[in-house]
């Protein structure tokens, strides 16, 4: 049974989550009629892979009393291609290659911190952690993209160096849209579930925040938070690299994680603007 003080009070929540992406689809010329129709081919998918009913078939009816989207539109929709954002090759070389060099310990000092690479010789060197990956992609073509996006820069003894910007993407917009849906999906989903099942094994998602504090003092924290994120997802993504090997090729290799942190920061409404 649907409480529908319960909903009231999570479609206020809704609300509040979608003002920054209706802002950022508006910069991109996506208006309402192009997301009204995106969303209809949501409920439809979100109904028929994650809602289906044990020991009974998924039937057109049901997809549309549930999703509330009109049957013959469902018809429509489950025979169009499903939408789902794969990452690129590139996204996906870059990304597995970023988690060695900050997880592999032949590719760290002892303090942990990622080592300037010689671009050419054996291991570890920047030719040598490409191949390890994919040998069908030349290094030189991965190290020009990155040398022009900031992931890595050249130092005076012509190593190369990975730059905080490994992180956070500047210059390539696909690769940026692609984290940015999948992380804000898998952050949703983490709280998603906690709403959902209540009485169940709950995922991990606190936040801080304050307000009343001047410009320097948000500055402070930005630079605190930044640092101790960074050291946060190295340690997290080393012993996920360690993993990962050591699962290789077993059966029950089957389970995902993402693990994340942010930051945000912005000046406060006045009380008169609720």
Not at 177 to 193: E, K, T
Request: proline share 5%; charged share 30%.
């Amino acid at each position: 049974m649907i409480n529908p003080q319960t909903r009231d009070v999570l479609v206020k929540a809704v609300i509040q989550l979608m003002r920054p992406l209706v802002h950022l689809l508006l910069e991109h010329g996506i208006t309402f009629p192009h997301l009204a129709n995106l969303l209809k081919s949501v409920f439809v998918d979100v109904v028929n892979r994650d809602m289906v009913l044990d020991g009974k078939r998924q039937t057109l009816s049901r997809i549309s009393v549930v999703s509330g989207v009109h049957r013959k539109d469902v018809r429509r929709l489950l025979d169009e291609a499903p939408m789902d954002m794969v990452p690129n090759r590139s996204i996906a070389l870059g990304t597995r290659l970023i988690g060695i060099w900050l997880g592999d310990p032949l590719y760290l000092d002892e303090q942990g911190t990622p080592l300037p690479l010689a671009r050419q010789g054996d291991a570890p060197s920047f030719d040598a952690l490409v191949t390890s990956v994919n040998v069908d992609v030349r290094p030189r073509s991965i190290l020009d993209e990155w040398l022009r996006s900031g992931i890595v820069h050249l130092d005076e003894e012509n190593r190369v160096v990975l730059d905080e910007a490994a992180f956070i993407p500047r210059e390539d917009f696909d690769e940026q849209a692609y984290f940015f849906g999948r992380n804000l999906r898998d952050h949703i989903a983490a709280g998603s579930h906690n709403l959902i099942h209540r009485d169940e094994r709950l995922f991990l998602d606190r936040a801080v925040f304050y307000d009343g504090l001047t410009p320097e003092s948000a500055e402070e924290l930005r630079t605190l938070s930044r640092q101790l994120a960074t050291e946060t997802l190295r340690k997290i993504n080393k012993q996920a690299l360690k993993l990962a090997d050591q699962d290789e090729g077993k059966t029950d290799a089957d389970q995902r994680i993402t693990f994340g942190t942010y930051y945000y920061q912005d000046t406060q409404p006045r009380e008169s603007e609720g």
